[in-house]
């Protein structure tokens, strides 16, 4: 009988930390909290919170943890590598991506009601994940969930509306009460993400749960 090959190290806390940072970032863009133009700098940002997440949904699922892989791969592989932060970026500072705006180039934006209608599909995963989260803690299902209605009003309804509110000035703020809506809950996501990770990494180096997650709403 060969012996039991010994599982990788848990990655959540790695992914969650990360999540809290790009979240945090993406709440304050949208909630008009930092000019427009930050969105050339959270692209780079973007990149590397996907990158993390996409590792760590693999070393998860390699454990066995289908739940955790699948939900951090997702936010790594689609969320945080979606065509629409390339759509937002072209209505800030023109076409090609990041490149001064001249000419006719001036006026293209991508359009961005298709990834409206990505996203949506993106809420239903949100909502069966939350559900199924709430057989593990209450306060992760309440987290999922929170996320879902940050991504409908932001990332799916501004979308599908074609983004209102991006200014012409990229020094100015985006200024859209659908937008805004979904900047609250995103930053309300990312310090509930950074409790999470802080919890689940001390429970790994010390064996005490220090900050509780609350017990199961679901059986």
């Keep these: 009988m060969s012996a039991q090959q010994p599982s990788w190290a848990d990655f959540t806390p790695a992914c969650l930390y990360s999540q809290a940072v790009g979240f945090l970032g993406l709440g304050a863009l949208f909630a008009g909290l930092v000019p427009a ?10 990149f590397g919170i ?17 739940f955790a892989g699948t939900l951090n791969f997702i936010v790594g592989a689609v969320f945080f590598t979606s065509g629409n932060w390339a759509a937002l970026l072209t209505r800030v500072v023109g076409f090609p991506l990041a490149a001064p705006s001249f000419g006719m180039f001036n006026q293209v934006a991508l359009p961005t009601q298709i990834d409206g209608w990505f996203f949506g599909m993106l809420v239903i995963f949100l909502i069966v994940a939350g559900i199924l989260a709430l057989r593990l803690a209450w306060f992760v299902g309440v987290m999922i969930f929170v996320v879902a209605v940050a991504v409908i009003f932001g990332p799916c309804i501004w979308n599908l509306m074609g983004q209102p ?6 020094a100015a703020a985006i200024s859209n009460p659908f937008a805004m809506i979904s900047g609250i809950f995103f930053i309300v996501f990312a ?3 950074l409790y999470l990770a802080t919890s689940l ?6 064996g005490k749960l220090v900050l509780p997650i609350g017990k199961p709403w679901l059986k």
């Design 165 to 170: 509110g991006v200014p012409t000035d990229p």
């Design 37 to 46: 133009l930050s969105a050339v700098i959270l692209i780079p940002w973007f």
């Design 201 to 206: 990494w001390v429970l790994h180096d010390t």
């Design 50 to 66: 996907a990158l993390v997440n996409i590792i760590g949904g693999i070393i998860l699922m390699r454990n066995n943890n289908i």
């Design 191 to 193: 310090f509930m993400n």
